[in-house]
């Protein structure tokens, strides 16, 4: 966990300048280094030319569209947020474009789901920029967001980032996001259409749905009957040819948007009547609220052959021409009113009994026409819900009614488009269009709001959540969403400040969920500046955008304009206390920390220092200039947020010249050791001097209970007899649970990510060298595997992006960190997404206590002897019967066992991929022992020598706890450290912390031989020197020693050694795509474990396809 040595915390967060891209990022880190865009930069491309169009728009939007973001920054304060020109400049002079998929058909008119849109974008401080995408398209999208990098320097023509380093993992999370275009009611020119598509690929929108006809009018040319369109458009001209419906489609495409068109029927088709007035019904009737939703009215004829000629007639000649450039064709569908049968000759009736069959015979007719041309249809919800239409499984459903729509939708197992109108109307709350007359109507509609007020403003689009209140099966079924603008009261001139930056708010939704990476749903605070910027890049290039805010809001501080009524709630607290923690500036610790030591009672430190003189020795003190050990404090927390607590221990033991020294922060005495010698009795030879301590057990008791982590004295002594039988060695060299989780993990591996359901087809071929975060897998295939090790159930997280149990458990784990870290603030964290995730957490495991529990003592023993449904937890249950024992122990072992393997295997691809002659010996190790194919048994795991020279050297540089802390549980002493040479013991006063590092002793040079051919530097990754070398006794303790030493750090290195084996049986390169993140020099984040900060992003190649692979 994080080195809980700080007994205070900030009180004040600086707010840090915000990189304001828009959608947010699945995974985003950026530095605050400035780099120069170079007007003549080097940009290499290796995949389709469809992106060279792509790359000029982008390079114009920052050359040319000159943003500079002076109504973004305070006022005045605009030459504090841009770099100093008369400074060295840094400049970006390369940009790699890597594409490692090739594009199919499919990529350019995909249903949903068939096109990766996934990229990688890194930023270095040396300026090199790398996009990396499997797709063209996802180069486009990368592009976009490599434009939101910049700005223009208001001091001339200078283009910079404030942002380096960048590193960027992104991919939608919906695969449908879109717009609803309607241009029936009101007409727009294809420039007006344009121009949608270009905001909308800069916002990583990819679905323009028009709706083509109406009621109203009938604009798009059918070559083969001219007089639909000319009789049925406003206007002769106005209208859409063959050529304008083929330029918007490529259009579109290029910038990676599909265009789909909907011809709504068999309501709404009023038009049709101007030039086929015999297949229409109730045109233009009045009173038009009789016969349909607003005039005119219209409908065709459900039982005239006539209506199937004409409509064969249109899809023959429409159809043909929209396949090249899409994969759907809406074939409309809402708000049929059956009253207007009643008008129809062929059948004078409105009931659903005379209706439906009709209505039926009609939708099969058409969809078998789109299918025919290649297309999947798309209906309107009304057709399977009210009229119980049957449509084909591979119909997609729009759904706008709102309520439990999509639920019922999904429900039964239809596709869905979701466009709530009671979120995602862009016409509502504009006033009511049909004029009153005197009277009853003007006194009934007064004051004259129309049908779906209020106004949804971005707040309350940005707010909607598709899949709310779904279970996981039918959240899948959910492709997207669409903003609808239906036209009755918008027109070209109107159109942008009534689309933007409004259809943003969705499109981030869309792209970037409603919640973020920790659950929790994104916030209007963070999200107002960013999308305030958005907005002002619209403008910037021509969009008529409307304001987010007043500029006195989007100058100042976010929280200026914010309303905050009553207590805060438990989102902003939590932002606060995580500002404190990562965002604090140097200032205002120094200024701070001050008021905080008023409280201090120095004579107790007097005393203190006194009784230590008097008992022996103590240890160098750490140079503190300032009093009270603000410098220390300073630098552990600065540490802390920068991720640098190895720096930050290199500098106590430089700045002491010592491995053991000491401190006070606030009067509270310290000691820090990194000595072998100290370590040793902290851990064993004075195991009983030193404990957890009490307040370790507060700090940790609501997420660990009293288990064998939190707990000392007979407590922890009763766990540990509890757990240790069940990891004897017969169940730890079972690797049947291991087994069976590895081809789910090569599927994952495949796909680039956690696959979307079991049955997700995944092209292995295509996944050879894709790149994928490894180490995000691994801490799902780990939790898998533990929980299937432990209770006997697989919660599937490796094919499930988003499981209840798996980011309950993660969301648990992450307030407990936010917590510890914030020290006296620990009171002010809200615990409200930590209670719900422990509920959570609490269902899933009790059900399978209880489970246990109904087990007889004879029946438990059964299992525990026998193989089958065989689990860690029945062999507890053999030994008690205490639901919060068995509960606290199973949480408590269920942390280890996915964090310590899954965090240890991270880094030991993240060294391979840069160790490709390890890699070669590891393989060449592994095949010669079993093969390609065979699974490999316990026994061969630990005959691999190299393998397990590769583990140890892993957890040499990388231990899995690499700080850690003990409490002095009465006077007593440490062996070494005091003295002039420090060699004598020193004293150590009861509730003193002592603060230890494994990290630093295990590559502490003093305790290793020469640098040599055959002996690397400490700080190397080095497998080959454990074959000639082994460490002494204490100076490797990679999971902890003497009576607290991992019990299950067998059970650990043979999953470890088990998924390795089977990784490089299948694979025989790994690729790393570290350097251009991190630049060589790893990020070390010491939370619960020690874990890759940014991840670990590498491509596996297969043995047969490695040398085909691009390198």
Wanted: net charge neutral.
């Amino acid at each position: 966990m994080l080195s809980p040595l700080l007994p205070l915390s900030l009180l004040l967060a600086a707010l840090q300048p915000v990189s304001a891209i828009w959608p947010a990022p699945q995974n985003y880190t950026k530095g605050n280094s400035s780099l120069f865009l170079h007007q003549n930069i080097e940009i290499t491309y290796n995949g389709a030319h469809i992106v060279y169009g792509g790359i000029s728009r982008a390079l114009a939007s920052i050359f040319d569209i000159n943003f500079v973001p002076w109504m973004l920054k305070k006022r005045g304060g605009l030459s504090n947020f841009e770099p100093n020109l008369l400074k060295g400049q840094k400049w970006v002079r390369k940009l790699e474009i890597v594409q490692t998929g090739k594009d199919t058909s499919n990529t350019f008119k995909p249903l949903a789901g068939q096109v990766d849109e996934s990229y990688n974008l890194t930023l270095s401080v040396d300026g090199f920029a790398k996009l990396t995408a499997v797709s063209s398209t996802g180069v486009l999208r990368g592009l976009e967001t490599f434009t939101q990098l910049f700005y223009h320097h208001s001091g001339g023509p200078f283009w910079y980032t404030p942002f380096a380093p960048v590193a960027i993992q992104d991919a939608p999370k919906f695969p449908h996001r879109g717009i609803l275009l309607d241009v029936a009611r009101s007409w727009f020119a294809v420039k007006d259409i344009l121009r949608t598509i270009d905001s909308m690929a800069w916002n990583k929108m990819n679905i323009l749905h028009v709706h083509v006809t109406d009621s109203q009018s009938w604009p798009i040319e059918i070559t083969t009957m001219p007089e639909v369109a000319k009789k049925g458009a406003y206007r002769p001209d106005l209208t859409y040819s063959p050529k304008d419906i083929e330029l918007i489609q490529k259009y579109a495409i290029h910038r990676g948007v599909e265009v789909y068109f909907e011809i709504d029927m068999p309501g709404h088709i009023g038009a049709v009547a101007l030039s086929h007035p015999e297949l229409i019904v109730a045109y233009n009737e009045a009173p038009y609220y009789w016969w349909c939703a607003e005039p005119p009215c219209g409908a065709f004829k459900l039982n005239d052959s006539r209506v199937d000629d004409f409509l064969g007639k249109v899809f023959d000649d429409l159809l043909p021409r929209l396949a090249p450039y899409s994969a759907y064709f809406h074939t409309g569908g809402d708000e049929l009113n059956a009253n207007d049968s009643m008008l129809d000759p062929g059948i004078r009736a409105n009931s659903t009994e005379v209706l439906q069959p009709l209505l039926q015979k009609f939708i099969d007719t058409q969809h078998a026409r789109v299918r025919k041309a290649g297309l999947t249809p798309i209906t309107w919800e009304e057709i399977p819900t009210d009229w119980n239409v049957t449509i084909g499984k591979d119909v997609v459903v729009q759904s706008w009614l709102g309520g439990d729509s999509v639920k019922t939708l999904t429900g039964n197992g239809h596709k869905v488009i979701d466009s709530n109108y009671n979120f995602w109307y862009l016409d509502c709350g504009r006033g009511q269009w049909i004029t009153m007359a005197n009277g009853l109507a003007y006194d009934t509609f007064y004051p004259f709001g129309d049908w779906c007020d209020p106004y949804k403003g971005w707040r309350l689009i940005y707010s909607y959540d598709p899949t709310a209140n779904l279970t996981e099966d039918e959240a899948k079924l959910v492709l997207g969403g669409e903003v609808a603008v239906w036209t009755e009261t918008i027109d070209p001139v109107t159109l942008d400040s009534i689309i933007w930056p409004r259809a943003s708010a969705a499109g981030e939704v869309l792209w970037s969920g409603r919640t973020d990476a920790t659950g929790q749903n994104r916030s209007q605070l963070d999200a107002t500046p960013r999308l305030a910027e958005m907005r002002e890049r619209l403008v910037a290039k021509g969009i008529g955008a409307s304001p987010v805010q007043m500029i006195f809001c989007t100058q100042g501080d976010p929280t200026d304009c914010q309303l905050v009524l009553g207590r805060k709630s438990d989102h902003i607290k939590m932002g606060l206390v995580e500002q404190l923690l990562e965002h604090a500036s140097v200032k205002t610790v120094l200024l701070t920390a001050p008021a905080l030591l008023l409280g201090l009672f120095l004579c107790n430190i007097a005393w203190q220092d006194w009784r230590i003189g008097r008992m022996g020795l103590r240890p160098p003190k750490v140079p503190n200039k300032l009093p009270f050990g603000l410098d220390f404090i300073y630098k552990n927390i600065r540490g802390s947020m920068t991720h640098s607590e190895l720096a930050f221990w290199h500098w106590v033991t430089s700045s002491t010249k010592s491995w053991t020294s000491e401190t006070r922060i606030v009067g509270r005495r310290i000691i820090l050791t990194t000595d072998p010698e100290n370590i040793k009795a902290i851990l064993a030879t004075q195991f009983h001097d030193y404990g957890k301590g009490e307040p370790f057990h507060r700090e940790w008791k609501g997420f660990l209970g009293d288990s064998i982590f939190t707990t000392d004295g007979e407590v922890w002594h009763a766990s540990r007899q509890l757990i240790r039988p069940q990891f004897i060695r017969d169940r730890v060299s079972d690797l049947h649970c291991f087994e069976s989780h590895m081809s789910v993990l090569f599927r994952a591996i495949a796909n680039g990510g956690a696959l979307n359901g079991e049955d997700q087809f995944v092209d292995m071929e295509a996944g050879n060298g894709k790149p994928v975060d490894i180490g995000d897998l691994f801490f799902r295939y780990t939790l898998d595997a533990a929980t299937d090790f432990l209770l006997g159930k697989d919660i599937k997280s490796l094919s499930t992006p988003r499981q209840e149990f798996a980011e309950a458990f993660g969301e648990a784990q992450r307030v407990q960190s936010v917590a510890v870290r914030a020290g006296p603030l620990n009171g002010f964290v809200p615990r409200g997404s930590f209670k719900k995730s422990m509920k959570v957490i609490d269902e899933f495991i009790n059900q399978y206590i209880e489970q246990a529990l109904r087990l007889t003592p004879a029946e438990l023993e059964g299992k525990a002897k026998g193989d089958s449904g065989y689990t860690f937890l029945h062999e507890l249950a053999i030994f008690t019967r205490d639901r919060k024992v068995l509960h606290d122990q199973l949480i408590a072992v269920l942390l280890a066992g996915r964090d310590t393997t899954a965090s240890t295997l991270s880094w030991t691809i993240y060294e391979l991929a840069r160790h490709p002659e390890a890699v070669a010996k590891l393989r060449a190790e592994i095949l010669s022992v079993v093969g390609t194919d065979r699974a490999p048994t316990y026994e061969d795991l630990k005959s691999m020598k190299y393998l397990q020279n590769v583990m140890n050297e892993t957890l040499r540089i990388y231990p899995v706890v690499p700080f850690n802390i003990r409490l002095a549980l009465k006077d007593t002493t440490l062996p070494r450290g005091g003295g002039p040479n420090q060699d004598q013991p020193l004293v150590v006063l009861k509730d003193t912390s002592i603060a230890y590092s494994t990290l630093v002793m295990q590559r502490r040079k003093d305790l290793y031989p020469p640098v040599s051919p055959t002996f690397a530097d400490t700080d190397v990754f080095s497998p080959d020197r454990w074959f000639h070398w082994q460490p002494k006794p204490w100076q490797y303790i990679p999971f902890n020693g003497g009576p607290r030493i991992c019990i299950g750090q067998q059970f650990a290195l043979t999953e470890m050694g088990y998924v390795l084996t089977r990784l490089f049986q299948r694979y025989e390169r790994v690729e790393s795509y570290m350097h251009e993140i991190d630049g060589g020099r790893p990020n070390l984040k010491a939370e619960i474990v020690l874990q890759p900060l940014d991840g670990v992003r590498v491509a596996f190649w297969e043995a047969t396809k490695a040398k085909s692979g691009n390198a």
